[in-house]
């Protein structure tokens, strides 16, 4: 059963850069759909970027759109979120997620995605 496991979060100050990672063990992440959420405290995870399977589409919400990347490597196995010019709103736990259902489109809402990752923290904070 495909497990995910995310890294790479931790403490960064306004303006400066992180590159979390999403790794999959027992299953190919190249045939998932991928999206990475975030979520703070009383509130509900929102999505930040998605991933269709196979190099299909990519999605951003506006308000990480041109300071985030999302990409595959498939020689690791992993989907990588580069986050660059980070904001003290982009502060909260990443999540990535996929479908239980191969070779799919990527959504940008939550309840499209099965399995979760057990998340990774990201302080923005001078």
């Known amino acids: 059963q495909l497990q995910l496991v995310e890294s790479g979060g931790g403490l960064v100050q306004p303006g400066g850069s992180l590159t979390l990672s999403c790794a999959a063990n027992g299953q190919t992440l190249e045939y998932h759909a991928v999206g990475w959420f975030r979520q703070v405290p009383g509130n509900e995870r929102e999505a930040v970027s998605c991933?269709?399977?196979?190099?299909?589409?990519?999605l951003y919400d506006d308000s990480v759109k041109g300071r985030f990347t999302i990409s595959r490597d498939s020689s690791k196995n992993t989907v990588t979120l580069q986050m660059d010019n980070l904001r003290p709103e982009d502060t909260g736990v990443y999540y990535c997620a996929v479908p239980r259902e191969l070779f799919t489109v990527c959504r940008m809402w939550a309840r499209w995605y099965d399995r979760w990752g057990q998340g990774t923290q990201v302080t923005v904070s001078s």
């Open positions: 991933i269709a399977s196979s190099g299909g589409s990519i």
